[in-house]
C-alpha cells in the first residue's frame, strides 16, 4: 500500500531564510508526486507536481521539488521564505483510479515564519 | 472562474442527528472528490464522481455515509446518524478530465458532540 510521511509537524523559519520540508513515500511502481499548500480559510492549492521526467520540478510561488528515487524522497524547497507563506503542506502520492489520479496524502506540515 | 466552494464552512451537531454537506465543483469539471481529514491525521480519500456516476467509493467509511451527485453538477454528503468519530474537516474537489489537477475547496468543519 501507498504512504507519505512527513516527518515534521511544525517548522519554524525566519522570513527570508531558506525552507526544507521533508517527504518520504512509499509506493509500488514510479510514483506520482504532489505537493499542496492551504493558507487560513482556504482551500488546498497544488503547488507543484513530479509525473516523470526532470527529477528538479518547479512550482508557483517560487516553490520547487526534487524526486530521488534511491531516498523515496520528494522535498520542498524555497530558497527565501515570505510572512505569506506561513500554511500547513502536504506531500502527497498519487495512485490511480479509473484513470483518475487520487493522491494519497501525509499528515502535514504548518509552516510558521517569524518576521 | 469560481473555485468549488462548500457549505456550510462549519456545522457542530449532536450524535445521532443528520447533516449534509454541500459541495458546488467548478462549472465544466466532470470529476468530483470528497475527502475527509479526521484532527491531526492524514487527508484521505472518500470517494470519486465521473458527472452523476460513482467512479469510485472505496474510501467510504459506513453505510451512514451518503454522497449523490444528481444532474452532474453539485454534490452533497449526508451523513445519517452522526458519531463522534465523524468529525473532521471534509474536503470536495473537482477536475475537467480524470488526469487533470483537482481543485479544493476550503472545506466544512464537522464537529459532532
Known amino acids: 500500500a501507498q504512504s507519505v510521511t512527513q516527518p515534521d509537524i511544525h517548522i519554524t523559519v525566519s522570513e527570508g531564510a531558506s525552507l526544507e520540508l521533508r517527504c518520504n513515500y512509499s509506493?509500488?511502481?514510479?510514483?506520482?508526486l504532489f505537493w499542496y499548500v492551504q493558507s487560513p480559510g482556504q482551500g488546498l492549492q497544488l503547488l507543484l507536481k513530479?509525473?516523470?521526467?526532470?527529477?528538479l520540478v518547479q512550482g508557483i510561488k517560487g516553490f520547487e521539488a526534487e524526486f530521488k528515487r534511491s531516498q523515496s524522497s520528494f522535498n520542498l524547497r524555497k530558497p527565501s521564505v515570505h510572512w505569506s507563506d506561513a500554511a500547513e503542506y502536504f506531500c502527497?502520492?498519487?495512485?490511480?483510479?479509473?484513470?483518475?489520479?487520487?493522491?494519497?496524502f501525509g499528515r502535514g506540515t504548518s509552516l510558521i515564519v517569524h518576521p | 472562474e469560481a473555485g468549488v466552494t462548500q457549505f456550510p464552512s462549519h456545522s457542530v451537531i449532536e450524535k445521532g442527528q443528520t447533516v449534509t454537506l454541500r459541495c458546488d465543483p467548478i462549472?465544466?469539471?466532470?470529476?468530483l472528490y470528497w475527502y475527509r481529514r479526521v484532527m491531526g491525521k492524514e487527508i484521505k480519500f472518500l470517494l470519486h464522481?465521473?458527472?452523476?456516476?460513482?467512479?469510485?467509493e472505496s474510501g467510504m467509511p459506513n453505510n451512514r455515509f451518503l454522497a449523490e451527485r444528481t444532474g452532474g453538477t453539485y454534490s452533497t454528503l449526508k451523513v445519517q446518524p452522526a458519531e463522534l468519530e465523524d468529525s473532521g474537516v471534509y474536503f470536495c474537489?473537482?477536475?475537467?478530465?480524470?488526469?487533470?489537477?483537482?481543485?479544493f475547496g476550503p472545506g466544512t468543519r464537522l464537529t459532532v458532540l
Open positions: 474537489a473537482s477536475s475537467r478530465g480524470l488526469a487533470d489537477t483537482q481543485y
Open positions: 509506493y509500488g511502481a514510479t510514483p506520482y
Open positions: 513530479y509525473f516523470s521526467g526532470d527529477t
Open positions: 502527497a502520492v498519487g495512485g490511480t483510479s479509473g484513470g483518475s489520479y487520487i493522491p494519497t
Open positions: 462549472s465544466g469539471h466532470d470529476n
Open positions: 464522481f465521473v458527472k452523476e456516476s460513482k467512479q469510485d
